[in-house]
């Protein structure tokens, strides 16, 4: 797999537009993310945060070949440039911020308090450390790399990368505890693990790599123009998408996922009622030159040349006028499908069945890490029992959130089996490979059964069978291995 060197040369030297498309794939969650903490979650003005970093990534491309971790790189272009749109928005905030208070939504979930503490002042701690420091974590924890990777983008050997890591961690908790955030280091990696890099918009990745890219390749009037007419397709699209929420699952997925996107669309709206004003303006001057033009009884090549332009761009704007009243009655609709789904909706309980899902499913994919640390310090060997993976078991459970009896959870391993045995690095696919599975499976309350699954590249799930038989399943999953030397 090429590497980010790799890409950012093709770029520089062939403007490869594929060669930027897979570093934006491959950096869209991080740069995301960390965008929407800065934007104290809002989404819109996230988007745009992504849509300049990777700009000015395509500006500096050339410049970047030998920089060691890109990934640390763009971190760090998050914080300038959300400074700068901030300061753009400044005057309009003021005006969103009666609808944004109306708009806050409880979106937090009660087993993740440790990050709702972490999650205002994480960025303020992290800009704090050494750019050395702040790199590794990072890598580590919001780009998940593994230390064997650190090492490398570090210039480091494993264990050296990995007390580079312990101590950046060590200075992140004191920074964060002058902060009032109390939490052990376990918890703090499990907050930072689960809430720092969550997944972009699906159309982000596209539409941040056409535009990065047009915005070094065109003169200054047509990069504006192309901005222009993807926000307000960007817009179109989180209408669309909020609309078919609004329409399918169940109630109370309905509600929620409708009051984000309602949320995120009139905060849009507003700032597009702006720009509207902002259009109307410039519509109504370049009418005026067009009509000063009409009545000149002579047009030289140049003035005609202008006169069709400006006419291009009155008719530009028209039609966008036309979009954005479209739009404003998706919104309406929008906002009566909510109501609708708010009154035929149940309130929340939690599902047994749901929660039996999501333990087992832990419980299998801490199993799983396990077994993955075992075999990185065996030659890349996995086990053949949990016994010779016993001694990791204690590191992988600093992950999980809930699970703090070691005792207990090595106990569980009785209801587990191990399946694949052999060398990690002959797996082609293997987040598609199952590693272990549950020994026994267990009826739902809807009559159907189900047994939890870990795969190769730590994941995991609940698989359900209406009838039981798990094996049509399982032998897609499963490649025959056995231990080295046998």
């Known amino acids: 797999m090429a590497t980010d060197t790799d890409l950012l040369c093709s770029y520089a030297r062939d403007r490869s537009e594929s060669a930027f498309t897979e570093l934006v794939q491959r950096h869209i969650n991080l740069v995301h993310s960390a965008a929407l903490r800065e934007a104290h979650g809002d989404a819109s003005m996230a988007e745009d945060v992504t849509q300049a970093v990777f700009a000015e990534l395509a500006r500096k491309a050339s410049s970047l070949f030998r920089h060691p971790a890109l990934a640390g790189w763009l971190y760090t272009c998050v914080r300038q440039m959300a400074a700068n749109v901030r300061r753009a928005e400044d005057r309009r905030q003021r005006r969103e911020q009666e609808a944004q208070t109306m708009n806050e939504l409880l979106t937090s979930d009660p087993s993740e308090s440790v990050w709702r503490q972490v999650q205002p002042v994480l960025d303020d701690a992290m800009h704090e450390l050494s750019e050395a420091d702040r790199t590794a974590v990072v890598l580590r924890f919001f780009d998940e790399r593994s230390l064997k990777e650190v090492g490398l983008a570090l210039g480091l050997t494993e264990n050296a990368a990995r007390m580079r890591v312990d101590r950046a961690l060590e200075k992140l908790q004191r920074l964060l505890s002058n902060r009032g955030v109390k939490s052990t280091a376990a918890g703090l990696t499990a907050a930072i693990t689960a809430g720092a890099v969550v997944c972009a918009p699906t159309s982000l990745a596209a539409s941040v ?262 094996d049509a399943w399982e032998k897609q999953h499963m490649i025959s291995s056995a231990p080295a030397g046998e």
């Open 209 to 470: 790599a056409t535009g990065a890219h047009a915005a070094t390749a065109a003169t200054a009037s047509t990069t504006f123009t192309v901005l222009k007419l993807m926000t307000m397709t960007k817009l179109k699209v989180g209408v669309i998408s909020a609309v078919a929420i609004a329409s399918v699952a169940t109630p109370l997925v309905i509600q929620h996922q409708a009051q984000v996107k309602l949320r995120d669309q009139n905060q849009a709206l507003r700032q597009r009622a702006d720009q509207l004003t902002e259009l109307q303006e410039e519509n109504q001057r370049l009418s005026n030159l067009v009509a000063q033009a009409n009545g000149s009884l002579a047009l030289s090549k140049d003035q005609l040349s202008e006169l069709m332009r400006l006419r291009g761009e009155a008719a530009m704007f028209r039609k966008q006028t036309n979009e954005f009243q479209k739009l404003r009655e998706e919104n309406r609709r929008l906002q009566e499908s909510l109501v609708k789904a708010e009154t035929n909706s149940m309130p929340y309980e939690v599902d047994p069945a749901f929660a039996q899902h999501r333990q087992k499913s832990r419980i299998a994919k801490d199993f799983a890490l396990a077994l993955v640390l075992y075999a990185l310090d065996n030659q890349d060997q996995l086990p053949t029992s949990f016994d010779q993976a016993a001694r990791y078991l204690p590191e992988a459970l600093k992950a999980d959130p809930v699970l703090d009896d070691t005792a207990e959870f090595i106990e569980m391993t009785k209801q587990f089996e191990i399946v694949y045995k052999g060398p990690r690095e002959a797996l082609t696919k293997p987040g598609d490979v199952i590693l272990i599975r549950e020994r026994q499976a267990w009826q739902t309350p809807d009559s159907k059964w189900a047994k939890a699954y870990a795969f190769a590249d730590g994941s995991a799930q609940v698989h359900v069978e209406p009838d039981g038989n798990f």
